[in-house]
């Protein structure tokens, strides 16, 4: 080295380069979605501080203007795929990323935006645009899975920040991020949450859907809407039968199948199920206010 | 005279809420064309709320946004509770309005402190910030987070809260429940006014534009206290406008223009308008609570603010004003009997705008006598701003011409950060290119 005062300084900047260096890079990614995910990361207030001494927070442009190019450790993935550019973006993605961890009900099952899958594309571009031949957009919206190999994916509309917390902590640590598959009702009952289904007759997706919220939904007195997706092996038919013994009616149970998580395998053919089943109600208006949350 | 032709680009805007881009090309010396391009994809949410049920309202529109999802929640409720003829009050529209001050506080304090005072002191992202600012950032985290806190007592979790329905809540506080929080208010609050205080010795680039304020103005009789827009009002202006939430449609239209996915609104009769912190603020001076009208004035803030730069002082003035609400509805609260009014379906249309932090968005809504919701328009106010954020940047980049490319690029991203855009409610929102051709 032949700069000035760099045999000074060089020990120390070297050391700190060299640790520089051994920090992960993350990277946070958004396809079509409502940010509210990424910004789960931003509302760990008492741990950002500390992350970011962890990790190089490579790439996060609702957080920051510096882009850092790839290779990332951990690439962070919010959003679903609705537009040819983004089906093409999220491979480049997965090409400059050792881990890819989806966020969310969008990244993971298509999120909301994918009630377009069983409609008219068109029609709904109508609905929105005065000129529809000025928008891009794929007739379906489909998870990141659908595109590329996902290595975790992380349920939940919104996701829990401190299971984001876990997921991140278990890349880094090297191990498999500790996440439990059962169902809400298990959270209920830690929680020592009164069942809302069988106490008081409140249509409850708890059932059949992956904890992680912590079951607020039964706590604040009203069923569970599904915002978690589908747990593992879920009996759907079941509980369906459950609900029309409470009286909903059929285009009402397959209607909380679709919502935030319509395009997880088992909700959408729950639904299906329940629609093949009512093809002649399906007419049938939705049920006002009152009691039950199926309405 | 050198013919001079510059075009700057920035293909993918940091530090807003979604996705777009914003292109500028100027040409001689003149600024020939700026395009704020929001290319964050469209999500339908007016056409799959087609056939659902009115009282589902709340939990789909809540997914347009996860930084201001109560507005959305809030504004479906005010208006399918106005085809059905009902409206909401006592105890249960202090709860919504305590709910919103949460939300307030904690989408202000993420706009000043993480995506707009970076611009300010020079740095990428608060990461950086931190490193010389670590009092600051701590300040504005424990802000942020006091915010959250109120929305998840109240909502049940601070992204798409759950406790929200048409008629009300699924349940209600007891009042000792809020008095943990109404501790964390008071340090809060004085949080915020140190805050104003940070703000205000920021440097601001001298420029004021004749907007048309759009806001919300609380109706009140006489000898009512004056009370600042969050929760409804009339939709009032500075050009004169003084509406019911049913005439909007008769004096604002929306228009596409090809290199946006979001539609841009405009009043019929005089074009751009902005809604938002200043004008709420410029319409609404006189009902701020005193500490927040003293710490306005303290900022050196008039009683109307036309520069756009400063909005982050305004911000900051209205989570001292936020957090003061929050305390007063937190200390006349009493339980209300019922933690929801029943609301009975009838073929209607309703009608419903509320304060989100970053302006008016509008809710209408037709329903069928059992419910269903046959027709939905949704008006974000990122929408609202886009054309008045394009004059903005005409405006900023004819006076900062000499400034070298890069230092251009940073203010015209900085101009589009003083309207704290939310591009991801926008589309039904953007990347900026500067061509100085």
Known sequence: ?295 | MPVERRTIKVDALARVEGEGALYVRTSRGRVADVRLRIYEPPRFFEAFLRGRAFTEAPDITARICGICPVAYQMSACLAMEDACGTSVDGQLRALRRLLYCGEWIQSHALHVYMLHAPDFLGYPSIVEMARDHLAAVQRGLALKQTGNELMRLLGGREVHPINVRVGGFYRVPRPRELAGIAERLKRARDAALETVRWAAGFEFPEFEQPYEFVALRAARGPGQPAEYPIDGGRIVSSGGLDLGAAEYGDHFVEEQVPHSNALHSRLRARGAYLVGPLARYSLNFDALSPPAKEAAREAGLGPVCRNPFRSIVVRSVEIVYACDEALRLIGQYEAPERPFVEVVPRAATGHGCTEAPRGIPYHRYTIDAAGAISDARIVPPTSQNQAQIEDDLRGVVQRSLTLPDDRLTLRCEQAVRNYDPCISCATHFLTLHIDRG
């Open chain 1, 1 to 295: 080295m032949t700069m000035p005062g760099a045999g000074r300084r060089a020990p120390g900047t070297a050391r700190e380069n060299a640790r520089a260096a051994r920090r992960p890079a993350l990277a946070v990614w958004k396809f079509a979605s409502c940010d509210g995910c990424q910004l789960s990361l931003l509302s760990c207030e008492d741990e950002l501080l500390a992350l970011t001494g962890r990790v190089d927070i490579a790439y996060f442009l609702e957080a920051s203007r510096a882009a850092v190019g790839g290779p990332y450790d951990v690439s962070l993935v919010e959003g679903s795929i609705t537009t040819a550019h983004d089906a093409e973006r999220i491979k480049r993605v997965r090409r400059a990323s050792r881990f890819l961890v989806t966020i969310g009900a969008c990244a993971t099952a298509g999120g909301i935006q994918a009630l377009r899958n069983f409609k008219n594309v068109k029609d709904f571009l109508q609905a929105v645009y005065a000129k529809p031949e000025y928008i891009d957009t794929l007739a379906a919206s489909t998870p990141i899975s659908a595109h590329v190999k996902v290595d975790f994916e992380l349920q939940g509309c919104p996701i829990n920040k401190a299971q984001l917390l876990e997921v991140l902590s278990a890349y880094l640590a090297g191990r498999p991020p500790g996440i439990r598959n059962h169902s809400v009702c298990v959270e209920c009952k830690r929680r020592g949450t009164v069942c809302v289904m069988v106490a008081q007759g409140t249509p409850c997706l708890g059932p059949v859907t992956h904890a992680g919220c912590e079951a607020i939904c039964p706590a604040y007195r009203r069923g569970c809407y599904g915002c978690y997706g589908p747990m593992e092996s879920p009996n759907t038919a079941s509980l369906s039968g459950r609900w029309r013994y409470l009286g909903v009616p059929e285009a009402a149970i397959a209607r909380a199948y679709r919502t935030v998580n319509t395009n997880a395998e088992a909700f959408r053919k729950a639904a299906e199920a329940l629609e093949a089943r009512g093809a002649g109600g399906a007419g049938e208006a939705g049920p006002g206010g009152g009691e039950s949350r199926a309405g």
